[in-house]
Nanobody, 126 residues
Framework: QVQLVESGGGLVQAGGSLRLSCAAS????????MGWFRQAPGKEREFVAA????????YYADSVKGRFTISRDNAKNTLYLQMNSLKPEDTSVYYC???????????????????WGQGTQVAVSS
């Protein structure tokens, strides 16, 4: 089974940028479709972005489209989320997630992702 560890969160001013990383271990990284979700206090976990096994297909929530970029480096077993033009409403805990190998499609809902990291906090000040 794959284990996921996020890093790169922090405090940034509105309009700034951050890059999150997610290091994967314990599995064949390229077998997993990957995603990022986020959860703010008192809110449900929401989809941010997802990427296919080879990185050729990407999917984004409307709220981040044009500002965030998901990518992966299968040689380094690492998933990334480049976040630009950050807004205070982007403040959340961000979670890296992997869909089980053999799923056959790139899921966009939390229930279809079987493996989760511990999360990394992103705070955007106005």
């Amino acid at each position: 089974q794959v284990q996921l560890v996020e890093s790169g969160g922090g405090l940034v001013q509105a309009g700034g940028s951050l890059r999150l990383s997610c290091a994967a271990s314990g599995g064949t990284f390229s077998d997993y479709a990957m995603g990022w979700f986020r959860q703010a206090p008192g809110k449900e976990r929401e989809f941010v972005a997802a990427i296919s096994w080879g990185g050729y297909n990407t999917y984004y929530a409307d709220s981040v489209k044009g500002r965030f970029t998901i990518s992966r480096d299968n040689a380094k077993n690492t998933l990334y989320l480049q976040m630009n033009s950050l807004k205070p409403e982007d403040t959340s805990v961000y979670y890296c997630t992997a869909a089980g190998s053999g799923l056959g499609y790139v899921p966009l809902t939390a229930a279809d992702f079987g493996f989760w990291g511990q999360g990394t906090q992103v705070a955007v000040s106005s």
